[in-house]
């Protein structure tokens, strides 16, 4: 799996992946996990001569359930534990673990989820010092020991917090806390010592779990791809800890937002809410805390796609007191200077831009001047009357959808929620019979071939369009904070007879795996 070209994170040849977030995964506990569901997943993506697994975000999730809007940028989700690891490490009883058991298979249901997960992490953590094995205490040592300063224990003083306050955000917690009095701070250590603890060993078992996924992965010729949000919360251990990377006052409070103008997901843009960088201060570290987030990332994941890429050059900036992101205004972005600072910390940066939206010459220099490969999502492209499959460049990853999409079937016929008229939907089901070559039955198989007839180094597409699923599986809708981040996928619905079918269309397209 080396790749020949140094400055280049793409594979030297052409390859085929798919796109599935890990909760999305099956198995018998509430949401899917890094553990028996992940491996297997792994095996089944050698079946499919699939070399590249991306999924999102994976810092710990609150409002919403959005993996875009994590706690903080280096903290693991906890809720993506392997319950079965516990239970064979003994740190969990079987039957300990029957009421997650008996939550929804088909999606998750968050809101029975967290507290009965919760519970037992809880539970597995205080058992730790008792019950794991002296191999497994020293590595819990040591990743303390490299974390603590970095993030960790600021993590687990803002986790008990924020419990401590209700779960509300840190810029409503009592002020000797939003401004991390040293006295306050030092009291609470001492008094909250043993969630301290517990707090720390279960981002152990994540990140001991995640390592023992991603050499698995690795050692069957699979490349995990992960994805970093370019905004962090401004609910998050980041922004409590350290508030002088963000323009917020000393209180907490943004005086403007993050968001985009209105674009082909909202008449009204997306008003993300988000707190804005404060460039300059990053520029005066030599971008410092940048370059130790995209090391954690990199440390998780073999390529890292970067969220709203176009924010580097220009972002759009919203007064915080806006109902829309209509009002807002394009401010320069750090341009060339973070990439070049990263670069020089880190070596080849192992990026992939998600270079959607509203796009200038600009963005576009930007991303040719840095070597940082773009995406082409088809079905944003094919009704475009100047899009031709032939123009798809090799550093590209082509996709059918992303996430943020709905499936390839369900955008085909429309959804009862579609924001396109009747005329829309069937100029843009002409469009793409026109692009593809194909029929309406087999939209979805059509689409997965134009995407891997391209010269796209990479072509990806989401589990669901492999499936052939309509609307009911569409994992999240932009603009909306319900019945999102839900799908998951079951194990029947990845046949004998779907898995060859993939296999043979990565094959004819000259995909296949490689040795």
């Known amino acids: 799996m080396t790749n020949s070209d140094p400055g280049n994170v793409l594979p030297p040849g052409r390859q085929a992946g798919v796109c599935l977030h890990i909760t999305s995964l ?61 239970v064979a490490n ?19 249901d968050y809101g029975a989820l967290i507290p009965i997960k919760g519970r037992l992490l809880r539970l597995a953590a205080g058992r730790f010092e008792e019950r794991a094995s002296p191999s497994l205490r020293d590595a819990c040592d040591a990743f303390v020991e490299d974390n603590d300063e970095l993030w960790l224990k600021d993590y687990a003083l803002y986790r008990i917090l924020k419990t401590q306050h209700g779960e509300r955000p840190w810029p409503e917690w ?28 279960i981002q152990f078992l994540f990140f001991e779990q995640w390592g023992r996924m991603r050499e698995y992965a690795n050692d069957h010729g699979v490349r995990l791809f992960g ?27 943004p005086e403007a937002v993050a968001g985009v103008p209105p674009d082909y997901f909202s008449e009204d843009g997306q008003l993300w809410g988000n707190p804005l960088y404060d460039w300059d201060a990053h520029a005066r570290s030599d971008y410092r805390w940048w370059v130790e987030r995209l090391s954690a990332s990199a440390a998780l994941s073999d390529m890292v796609r970067i969220d ?15 109902d829309t992101a209509k009002t807002g205004t394009w401010e320069p972005g750090p341009g060339d200077a973070i990439f070049d600072a990263m670069k020089d910390a880190l070596g080849n940066l192992p990026i ?44 590209s990853v082509c996709y059918t959808g992303t996430h943020d999409n709905d499936t390839t079937v369900g955008w085909f016929r429309g959804s009862p929620d579609d924001m396109r008229s009747e005329i829309e939907i069937k100029e843009t089901q002409q469009a793409a019979l026109q692009v593809t070559g194909g029929m309406a039955e087999t939209i979805h198989k059509d689409m997965i071939k134009a995407a891997f007839s391209t010269d796209a180094k990479l072509a990806i597409a989401p589990l669901q369009d492999y499936l052939g699923l309509g609307s009911e599986a569409r994992l999240n809708t932009p603009g ?12 029947e619905q990845l046949t004998g007879d779907v898995r060859a079918q993939v296999a043979n269309l990565v094959g004819l397209s000259g995909r296949a795996l490689q040795d």
């Open 352 to 395: 992939v831009a998600e270079d959607l939206g509203v796009i200038t010459p600009a963005v576009d220099a930007l991303r040719t001047r840095q070597n940082i490969p773009g995406m082409v999502v088809l079905q944003f492209d094919v009704a475009d009357e100047d899009f031709d499959l032939l123009n798809v460049t090799p550093n």
């Open 174 to 201: 009592a002020p000797k806390y939003v401004h991390r009095d040293p006295e306050a701070m030092r009291e609470l250590e001492a008094s909250a010592d043993a969630q301290i603890a517990d707090i720390k060993v």
């Open 90 to 108: 003994g740190l969990l009883e079987k039957d300990e673990a029957q009421e997650l058991a008996a939550l929804p298979a088909d999606h998750v």
């Open 227 to 253: 994805d970093m949000p370019i905004c962090i919360a401004l609910d998050s251990a980041d922004a409590w800890a350290h508030p002088e990377i963000l323009r917020i006052d000393e209180d907490g409070r």
């Open 308 to 322: 709203h890429f176009r924010g580097f050059e220009a972002y759009w900036s919203v007064p915080a007191e806006s």
């Open 480 to 491: 909306t904070s319900s019945n999102n981040w839900r799908w998951r996928f079951q194990n």
């Open 26 to 86: 099956p198995g018998p506990y509430g949401i899917g996990e890094i553990g028996q569901s992940a491996f297997e997943f792994i095996a089944a993506m050698n079946e499919m001569q699939l070399a590249v697994w991306q999924f999102l975000p994976t810092g710990p999730t609150a409002y919403g359930d959005s993996p875009y809007q994590p706690l903080s940028t280096f903290a693991g989700n906890e809720l993506l534990i392997d319950i079965r690891d516990l």
